[in-house]
């Protein structure tokens, strides 16, 4: 079964294209490892896997904003959107839109609820298109370029060794900015108990 999906995916080179495009919408960060491995691979060109990646993150994030836009014109999410604490990380989100747009792109399960909130609160689409596009660059980036260059370092010896030792460091970045984005709720859920004390 696998040697004629091989030989089809031979035969059809392009397939790997699609599947960098589409594999966002299952998930990100398999897809973007997958696509970085086929890339240090010689899979495919990393030009057209990069490029066919970043178009298949920018609709799989972008698209999640619009529905919360078009949530926002039913009564139940108006009225949800109007409770006090809703209005008050709206007004968290809002205020630091491009800090929380880029950790939300390294802290998986935090993607889908920010960007449909985003459409909730009505954020920019044009400051949240840019952030989602540029975050998703960046990361990209970070992955092909650590494995090409530990492929490139590691040699023939330990070649199969690489994508492991790629992935790995990318999950200490990804646990890195978790850690950076617990803090920082940490830090924000004090700052409102400290008000909501001071206004008792």
Same mark, same amino acid.
């Given at each position: ?115 449909? +909130? ?7 689409? *044009?400051? #949240? $298109?840019?952030?989602? !596009?540029?975050?998703? /660059? %960046? =990361? ?13 370092? +590691? ?7 690489? *994508?492991? #030792? $790629?992935?790995?460091? !990318?999950?200490?970045? /990804? %646990? =890195? ?24």
């Amino acid at each position: 079964m696998l040697d004629i999906f091989g030989d089809w995916a031979t035969a059809h080179p392009w397939v790997i294209y699609v599947f960098a495009a589409l594999g966002p919408f299952v998930q990100e960060d398999a897809a973007i490892l997958s696509a970085a491995a086929a890339s240090a691979a010689g899979a495919g060109s990393p030009q057209g896997l990069f490029i066919s990646l970043i178009i298949g993150l920018s609709f799989s994030d972008l698209w999640k904003y619009w529905l919360g836009r078009i949530g926002h014109r039913t009564k139940f999410i108006r009225k949800f959107a109007a409770n006090e604490r809703v209005i008050a990380a709206q007004e968290n989100v809002v205020r630091r839109l491009g800090l929380s747009l880029i950790t939300a792109r390294f802290v998986p399960g935090t993607r889908v609820p920010l960007y449909i +909130a985003c459409g909730i609160f009505r954020a920019p689409f *044009p400051k #949240v $298109a840019f952030f989602v !596009i540029s975050s998703a /660059i %960046v =990361y990209s980036l970070i992955a092909f370029s650590l494995f090409h260059l530990i492929g490139e370092v +590691a040699g023939d010896y330990i070649e199969s060794y690489a *994508p492991i #030792v $790629a992935i790995s460091l !990318i999950v200490v970045l /990804i %646990v =890195y900015f978790s850690i950076l984005y617990l803090r920082r709720r940490a830090r924000m859920k004090t700052e409102e108990d400290d008000t909501a004390i001071v206004e008792d």
